[in-house]
């Protein structure tokens, strides 16, 4: 079983940086999918960036992919997600997710492993 724990979240200027971690624990296959997701106030929960199988990463667009990196330390285990000139919009809950499997994607149900969240906000 995999727990994931979110940190770094807080307030942030617009046009300034904020990094996210997520630690990982438990046992994880040698092939794994991580993503992080946001929800803001009334809106559904959405992918951002996505670590996959191989190590790569991808983004949900390329507004994000301008302006985040997802990342990872395998040796200590920890996913990161670094956010440099945030917007207002940017504004939300993020949560850092796991799945086994080779393939990724950004569907909700696909992830078994969740983390508590992380609250970022923007102004």
């Known amino acids: 079983h995999v727990q994931l724990v979110e940190s770094g979240g807080g307030s942030v200027q617009t046009g300034g940086s904020l990094r996210l971690s997520c630690r990982v624990s438990?046992?994880?296959?040698?092939?794994?999918?991580w993503e992080w997701f946001r929800q803001a106030p009334g809106k559904e929960r959405e992918g951002v960036a996505t670590i996959n199988s191989d190590g790569s990463p991808t983004y949900a667009d390329s507004f994000i992919e301008g302006r985040f990196i997802v990342s990872q330390d395998t040796a200590k285990n920890t996913l990161f997600l670094q956010m440099n000139s945030p917007k207002p919009e940017d504004t939300a809950m993020y949560y850092c997710?796991?799945?086994?499997?080779?393939?990724?994607?950004?569907?909700?149900?696909?992830?078994?492993?969740w983390g508590q969240g992380t609250q970022v906000t923007v102004s």
């Open positions: 997710a796991g799945k086994a499997g080779l393939y990724c994607s950004r569907w909700l149900s696909d992830y078994n492993s």
């Open positions: 438990g046992y994880v296959h040698s092939n794994y999918c």
